[in-house]
């Protein structure tokens, strides 16, 4: 079974930047997508990136283009989402999940993180 735990989040201005960590522990990263997830209060979920290792392939919602970038660190079996340019809309729980195929739907993801506060603020 897939563990996933996230850290990183925290207060940052407008302009600034995160780097969110999402760490895999009982299986390999190899064989699975992992997405980004955010929910801000009030709001459903809403899938902002994912990479997908077992057939490569990238994707980025429309929103986020450009400032969002998610990279991985094979050693250490995590995946990190790097975002640039907050802003006070991206306040929100981050969410990593995995599941076999990248998906906007929350459906389609089998394992979940507990998620990270990231709060935009000055």
């Known amino acids: 079974q897939l563990q996933l735990v996230e850290s990183g989040g925290g207060l940052v201005q407008p302009g600034g930047s995160l780097r969110l960590s999402c760490a895999a522990s009982g299986l390999s990263l190899d064989y699975y997508a992992i997405g980004w997830f955010r929910q801000a209060p009030g709001k459903e979920r809403e899938a902002v990136s994912c990479?997908?290792?077992?057939?490569?392939?990238?994707t980025n919602t429309d929103s986020v283009k450009g400032r969002f970038t998610m990279s991985r660190d094979t050693a250490k079996n995590t995946v990190y989402l790097q975002i640039n340019s907050l802003q006070p809309e991206d306040t929100a729980v981050y969410h990593c999940a995995g599941g076999p195929y990248c998906s906007d739907s929350t459906a389609e993801y089998d394992y979940w993180g507990q998620g990270t506060q990231d709060t935009v603020s000055s």
């Open positions: 990479i997908n290792f077992r057939y490569p392939a990238t």
